[in-house]
């Protein structure tokens, strides 16, 4: 009798366990702040070409960084997506990701644009110039970011708070070029010319300008670059109202940042989680990035979209943006004691 329960047992183990050499099918776990309409369709074509599966969670960049943390090493997650250098290297300073090597990316995206340690990878570009009205301000009144301090702009320039992390990215890069001394007291004197108290996004910086609240806006390009491509016309008719005027040509150049792809430290599927984030920094991954979502490739010598090109070449700061993260605690004091809200 016993040895028969072990045989049916034995039959049964075996019929559950599937065909010999039957494996589960490829997958990859990928945790993205960007929305699903701007990451999906490079997912597939990700499928398609490897047939590995992308299980896809979306959320906002601060929650799943939060998410993360609080399911550690249990996390499901192989792969973090998210947008600001700042944000990678609060992920990097939390332990939610760990490094890793890719002669791929180290071959595809320049250094500046990746962690010194190989945590984190920028797969696309960010440019944050001045905006400016068309008939309101020649742009031969513009010059840098150091000259929106100047009292010609007293009530004129429409930016979001200081609690947004392009912004406080913004003055990293400043207190890197500027020391802290110097970029305080251009601080003090650039809050005293906001038009108005700092509210909403981007956008709402652009269409405030449009409507004639400033004559600046401080505005990341791609959110532009949705407005034009707007179905609500009210949002493509203030986007055409305003031209990009690219600052600091003369010396360190724009300031930019990325967004960009982490492995996290709960990776199970790390071969094809390192796969994935090789595969989006493929020319046609980044040419698709510049296409869809206006932002600008993070690798060298791809096509741009003809609305990218339309606000001409201009030179980019080339500070490592590991200094972003490393800065913004004394950026975010510092944009306190300035009396930015």
Same mark, same amino acid.
């Given at each position: 009798?016993?040895?028969?329960?072990?045989?049916?047992?034995?039959i049964?183990?075996?019929?559950?366990a599937?065909?010999?050499?039957?494996?589960?099918?490829?997958?990859?776990n990928l945790y993205?702040?960007?929305?699903?309409?701007?990451?999906?369709p490079?997912?597939?074509?990700?499928s398609?070409?490897t047939?590995?599966?992308?299980?896809?969670?979306t959320?906002?960049a601060d929650a799943l960084l939060?998410?993360?943390?609080?399911?550690g090493i249990?996390?499901?997650?192989?792969?973090l997506?998210?947008t600001?250098a700042?944000?990678?290297?609060r992920?990097?300073?939390?332990g939610?990701?760990?490094?890793f090597?890719?002669a791929?990316?180290?071959?595809?995206?320049?250094p500046?644009?990746?962690?010194?340690?190989?945590?984190?990878?920028g797969?696309?570009?960010?440019?944050r110039?001045?905006?400016?009205?068309?008939g309101r301000?020649?742009?031969?009144?513009?010059?840098?970011y150091e000259?929106?301090?100047?009292?010609?702009?007293?009530?004129?320039?429409?930016?979001?708070?200081?609690?947004? %992390?392009?912004?406080q990215?913004l %003055?990293?890069?400043m %207190?890197?070029?500027?020391?802290i001394?110097? *970029?305080e007291?251009?601080?003090?004197?650039?809050?005293k010319?906001f038009?108005?108290?700092?509210?909403?996004?981007?956008?709402?910086?652009i269409?405030?300008?449009?409507?004639?609240?400033c004559?600046?806006?401080?505005a990341?390009?791609?959110?532009?670059?949705?407005?034009?491509k707007?179905k609500?016309?009210?949002?493509?008719a203030a986007a055409?109202?305003?031209a990009?005027?690219?600052?600091?040509?003369?010396?360190r150049?724009?300031?930019v940042?990325?967004?960009?792809?982490?492995?996290?430290?709960?990776?199970?599927?790390r071969?094809?989680a390192?796969?994935?984030?090789?595969?989006?920094? *493929?020319?046609?991954?980044?040419?698709?990035y510049?296409?869809?979502?206006?932002?600008?490739p993070?690798?060298?010598?791809?096509?741009?979209?003809?609305?990218?090109?339309?606000?001409?070449?201009?030179?980019?700061d080339?500070?490592?943006?590991?200094n972003?993260?490393?800065?913004?605690p004394k950026a975010?004091?510092?944009?306190d004691?300035?009396?930015?809200?």
């Amino acid at each position: 009798m016993n040895k028969l329960r072990i045989v049916f047992w034995a039959i049964a183990i075996f019929l559950m366990a599937g065909p010999i050499g039957a494996s589960a099918a490829e997958e990859v776990n990928l945790y993205s702040a960007r929305k699903e309409k701007l990451i999906k369709p490079l997912l597939d074509q990700f499928s398609a070409q490897t047939g590995i599966m992308v299980n896809l969670v979306t959320g906002k960049a601060d929650a799943l960084l939060k998410k993360l943390k609080s399911e550690g090493i249990n996390s499901p997650a192989d792969v973090l997506l998210t947008t600001d250098a700042g944000r990678l290297h609060r992920a990097k300073v939390a332990g939610v990701i760990q490094p890793f090597h890719s002669a791929v990316l180290k071959n595809a995206i320049p250094p500046q644009y990746r962690d010194t340690e190989g945590h984190w990878y920028g797969l696309s570009l960010r440019a944050r110039p001045i905006m400016y009205v068309k008939g309101r301000v020649n742009p031969s009144e513009l010059s840098s970011y150091e000259a929106l301090a100047d009292k010609k702009w007293k009530n004129r320039i429409c930016i979001r708070s200081s609690s947004n %992390i392009y912004n406080q990215s913004l %003055i990293a890069s400043m %207190i890197s070029a500027n020391g802290i001394k110097k *970029t305080e007291a251009w601080a003090k004197k650039f809050v005293k010319n906001f038009a108005r108290p700092p509210k909403g996004g981007d956008r709402d910086q652009i269409k405030g300008a449009a409507s004639g609240q400033c004559d600046i806006a401080i505005a990341n390009t791609y959110y532009l670059a949705g407005m034009l491509k707007a179905k609500d016309k009210k949002q493509r008719a203030a986007a055409n109202k305003v031209a990009v005027f690219w600052p600091n040509q003369s010396d360190r150049g724009s300031h930019v940042n990325i967004s960009g792809a982490a492995l996290t430290i709960s990776a199970k599927n790390r071969a094809n989680a390192i796969q994935l984030i090789e595969f989006l920094s *493929t020319p046609k991954s980044q040419e698709w990035y510049a296409e869809t979502n206006g932002e600008y490739p993070a690798r060298k010598g791809v096509k741009m979209s003809d609305t990218l090109n339309s606000w001409g070449k201009f030179k980019a700061d080339d500070l490592n943006l590991v200094n972003l993260g490393k800065l913004n605690p004394k950026a975010v004091m510092l944009m306190d004691r300035a009396g930015w809200k």
